[in-house]
């Protein structure tokens, strides 16, 4: 009877502490767990990842739900190492034997079917990289009646060759797109900025791929896109 008195006068307090309890418990693990992490880390970096079994690990893959097809292969949380090596195996832009094209990286969580229960769940530490591919229009090429001219970018086997596409024509025929209102505000300002920066010789290699990242999804629906793609394609930055 005296405990359960105590328990009835004390009930704030009791609550209060086991609290407390579980915070510092919640904590301990959270702890632990970076460590672990942070162990597994430093394996990771100390490991040299070859390239052609990263090759062999990257599969075609389909998201049902986004429906769309891309590379993609598994890797831990922990494995920061082995996400830079695959992400410079394959970068934005990136021509593939198939002629298709690396439009972007991505890391997904891994969602995998929930052990107790139906459904789906995320998985805590599985990750995916999936390199997004498109197959994307070159000079000569037919896309929905809009045929893709400007310079071409060879490499033969035999030697580069380069037809140089200058700045001037660059802007020239980006600020016409703009004209045009063709593209979604947010694709504007991304354009109109690269060309400032471009007026400005402040434009890097990576503005540029976002640039054509972002254009490439208006193929087949603006018109000339395809030539002002190709034309990025064979721009260089210097």
Do not use: C
């Amino acid at each position: 009877m005296n405990l359960l008195n105590w328990i009835e006068n004390n009930w704030i307090k009791l609550i209060i502490f086991f609290v407390i309890v579980i915070f510092i418990i919640g904590l301990i693990l959270y702890f632990i767990e970076k460590i672990i992490l942070k162990f597994f880390s430093l394996i990771d970096e100390r490991k040299s990842y070859s390239e052609k079994k990263l090759f062999r690990k990257i599969k075609e893959r389909e998201d049902r739900g986004r429906n769309y097809f891309y590379y993609g292969v598994d890797y831990w949380k922990w494995q920061d190492n082995k996400n830079r090596a695959l992400r410079k195996l394959l970068p934005i832009g990136a021509e593939l034997q198939d002629g298709r094209v690396v439009t972007d990286v991505k890391s997904f969580d891994k969602v995998v079917p929930k052990i107790f229960s139906s459904g789906k769940r995320h998985t805590r530490y599985r990750r995916e990289l999936r390199f997004i591919i498109e197959l994307v229009a070159k000079a000569g090429d037919q896309v929905q009646g809009d045929k893709v001219a400007g310079d071409k970018f060879v490499n033969s086997g035999s030697g580069i060759q380069i037809n140089t596409v200058t700045k001037n024509e660059v802007v020239d025929s980006l600020e016409k797109l703009l004209a045009s209102e063709s593209l979604n505000n947010q694709d504007s300002h991304l354009v109109r900025q690269f060309v400032s920066q471009l007026l400005q010789n402040r434009a890097s290699e990576g503005t540029k791929q976002t640039v054509v990242n972002t254009l490439s999804n208006y193929i087949g629906i603006v018109s000339g896109i395809s030539s002002i793609i190709d034309m990025l394609h064979n721009f260089k930055i210097l």
